[in-house]
Structure formats: C-alpha cells, structure tokens
T-cell receptor
Framework: DAKTTQPPSMDCAEGRAANLPCNHSTISGNEYVYWYRQIHSQGPQYIIHGLKNNETNEMASLIITEDRKSSTLILPHATLRDTAVYYC????????????FGKGTRLHILP | NAGVTQTPKFQVLKTGQSMTLQCAQD?????MYWYRQDPGMGLRLIYYSASEGTTDKGEVPNGYNVSRLNKREFSLRLESAAPSQTSVYFCASSGDNTEAFFGQGTRLTVV
C-alpha cells in the first residue's frame, strides 16, 4: 500500500503559487520523499526529492516538516502547463525498495 | 541518450493470446519496474527488479511474468491475455537512491 495521503484534487489560479500537501506520518528515518507528476497520459516525470531539509530546483520547492510526517510541494508561479496529477512517494535509499504510487492530487490550473 | 524505451507503443490482442512487452534503459540503472495504469487510476506496480538476475512481485502480479534479461532489459509477458488486462503499461528504471525515469507507455487492448 502507498505510504502517503494526498487530497484528490486542487485548483490554483494561473500565476499564483500552487501548494500541494502530502501526509506521510509513518515515514522511516531512511526514507526520502519524492514528487512526480503525470501530464495527461504520459509517463510520470520526476520533480524533486528530499530527506529532511527543504529543497529547491528549477521546477519546484519541497518543504518537509521538522517531524518529517508531512511535506508540501510548491510550484511558485503555476502555468496552464502545470495541469497534471502530482504524486508524493516515500522510498528508502536502498535499491530493493519498491516505488509505490498512491492516487495523487489532480491539480487544475485556472486561467 | 534515449532513457527508457518501450515497445510496442500500441497493441490489440484477442483474449487468450500471448505477448511480451519490451523495455530497455541506457542509464546503467540497477532497478527496473513494470506498472499498469487503468483509466482514471494511479500506477500500480506489477513486478520489479532490484538488480540483474532478481525479480520480485509488486502489488498486482497475477497474470504476468517478467524476465530481467540483462542490466538494460526488463520484459513483461502476458501468457494468456484477458480483457481485464486492458491498460496502459509503463516501464521505469532508477539508480541507487536516485529518481525513476519512465517510458512513454504501451497501450494494450484485449478484446
């Protein structure tokens, strides 16, 4: 079973920041938080990941709470092309750990 | 650098026919995965391989077999296709403690 819980859908106005929450209250010390998105029916695309520190790259920022039980993906200036299903996944650092997807959040960017 | 390549992109089978979905990656990744995605649903893990020579069941392995032919290739076989196996199939690969890369999918219809 997926180890994360996400809201099924969210709306965000174009140009505003999109904040997508994820709950992972049973996360273990060696598990990372990964975010992917799937645009239409393409293969999922990696966005960002982190262990306990906040992370930022050219696509997004990842904020992880101090207790690591939840996180937020931030798209700073959402565009229509950011309309997608966003998946939050926890995965250990060892290669044997499976990548299990939950239901994700369907993000609608409103013009 | 092609990433993850899946063949074929589309396939129609009759009930009871067999076929093999091919997947190859050129990133020297140890781990490879097969997922299925039904309409409006998230990805469900069928089988995965943490390294060459090893395979393990995922969430929905029944009706499928896999072969990790070498480090590059991971194939998925349907021995006797059923209409319930109509789905989009995604292959993915990942390195140790790195993000996963996904193919563009194989759209399979079983009639």
């Amino acid at each position: 079973d997926a180890k994360t819980t996400q809201p099924p859908s969210m709306d965000c106005a174009e140009g505003r920041a999109a904040n997508l929450p994820c709950n992972h209250s049973t996360i273990s010390g060696n598990e990372y938080v990964y975010w992917y998105r799937q645009i239409h029916s393409q293969g999922p695309q990696y966005i960002i990941h982190g262990l306990k520190n906040n992370e930022t790259n050219e696509m997004a920022s990842l904020i992880i709470t101090e207790d690591r039980k939840s996180s937020t993906l931030i798209l700073p200036h959402a565009t229509l092309r950011d309309t997608a299903v966003y998946y939050c996944i926890v995965r250990a650092s060892n290669r044997d750990d499976k990548i299990i997807f939950g239901k994700g959040t369907r993000l609608h960017i409103l013009p | 650098n092609a990433g993850v390549t899946q063949t074929p992109k589309f396939q129609v089978l009759k009930t009871g026919q067999s076929m093999t979905l091919q997947c190859a990656q050129d990133m020297n990744h140890n781990s490879m995965y097969w997922y299925r995605q039904d309409p409006g649903m998230g990805l469900r893990l069928i089988y995965y391989s943490a390294s060459e020579g090893t395979t393990d069941k995922g969430e929905v392995p029944n009706g499928y077999n896999v072969s990790r032919l070498n480090k590059r290739e991971f194939s998925l076989r349907l021995e006797s296709a059923a209409p319930s196996q109509t789905s989009v199939y995604f292959c993915a690969s990942s390195g140790d403690n790195t993000e996963a890369f996904f193919g563009q999918g194989t759209r399979l219809t079983v009639v």
